[in-house]
DNA sequence: CTTAATTTTCAGAAATTACTGAAACTATAT
DNA sequence: ATATAGTTTCAGTAATTTCTGAAAATTAAG
């Protein structure tokens, strides 16, 4: 039917632009984030919106990158646990999907930097011996603000868990 | 009295390097972030462990480095509202100090970015017309977690005006 | 083992970032 | 009003970042 296959089209169209656009803007965002390019956001981007694994070549074609930006950038989300290599049965490609626990594992790796900054308040305020001024009371409000940061981190830590025990 | 003095003066130069640590360790911490230089965490760092106000000359003796340094870096910390700027009677100088509401400028700040990451991935699943894909489950995870994360620092922002509440 | 598809690494180029030092500007004390 | 201490701006430079494209390495099928 030909009215099938002119309607059909176009809302695929509608689609692709959508995760274009997508894939562009969370380029932007991670591009905010400090040793994150853009090609880091856009493959997660890829990630997000696929229906199924990616090998890199097709990450280039989708992207219009080189294949060494998109090795580096798949480093990168391997490193941080953001994807996940699945193999392909019957071939030698290896596909990229998005980590299950991706957000997880971003709030986990997030703590450890909030607990430099506490620890470095606190080690400071150690060898300050207490003397009580009002550099060390700066101290005591940054160490308690990011030890209370931290435990909120934990209690999300803490509801991914619940969710999780949820769906299954 | 001899011993005093003897005694006194290896203690403040001790008290001198654990600051100089501080503000040296603040300012790789504070690097890690985009768009913050060394220089603003340094910046930073001496006025949380000074015990009164400084001036931008002041701040550049400590540092080491140029007044045109200084001068960005303290923009960029009053715009983001971590320091304030206060007058010095009977003179020309203008003194800084950490703002007393530092950490909890900080804290509303990140809130408008975690909201960008929750905004896009709802603005895609709209555009998707909330087909039932894999990829539509990857934007609803991701909108969950960025919401999850947002409702978590408006706490924290209660837990501040709780704090100073308290100190009243 | 050989071959071919795929991925990684790396040199070089382009773009960006962050500093210095000097000149321009501002504001206040006299 | 003037002089001067203090601050900002900006051109130039050094360092860093991120990309491309090609060569090297890896991996699995035949």
Redesign the interface.
């Known amino acids: 039917m030909q009215d099938n296959a002119v309607k059909v089209s176009p809302d695929d169209a ?2 692709d632009d ?2 274009m ?2 894939i562009e ?2 380029g932007f ?1 991670v ?5 994150m390019p853009r090609m880091v956001g856009r493959v997660l981007g890829c990630l ?5 694994p990616l090998t890199q070549a097709e990450l280039r074609d989708q992207l219009d990158a080189s294949l060494g930006a998109v090795s580096t950038a798949t480093r990168t989300l391997l490193d941080k646990r953001f994807a996940l290599r699945v193999g392909i049965p019957g071939s030698r490609q290896t596909g990229l999907i ?1 980590h299950p626990d991706a ?1 997880r594992n971003m ?1 986990e790796d997030g703590i450890s ?1 909030v607990q ?2 506490a620890n ?1 308040a606190l080690h ?1 305020l150690q ?2 011996e207490d003397e009580d ?3 060390t009371a ?2 005591r ?2 160490n308690a ?1 990011f030890v ?2 931290e435990q ?2 934990r ?2 830590l803490q ?1 991914f868990d619940e969710q999780k025990k949820l769906e299954q």
């Open positions: 509608r689609i959508a995760r656009e997508f803007a969370l965002l591009e905010g984030i400090r040793w997000l919106v696929a229906d199924g998005i957000w709030e930097g430099s900054y470095l400071t060898e300050l001024s009002p550099a700066n101290l409000k940054m603000y209370e940061v909120r981190m209690e999300i509801w």
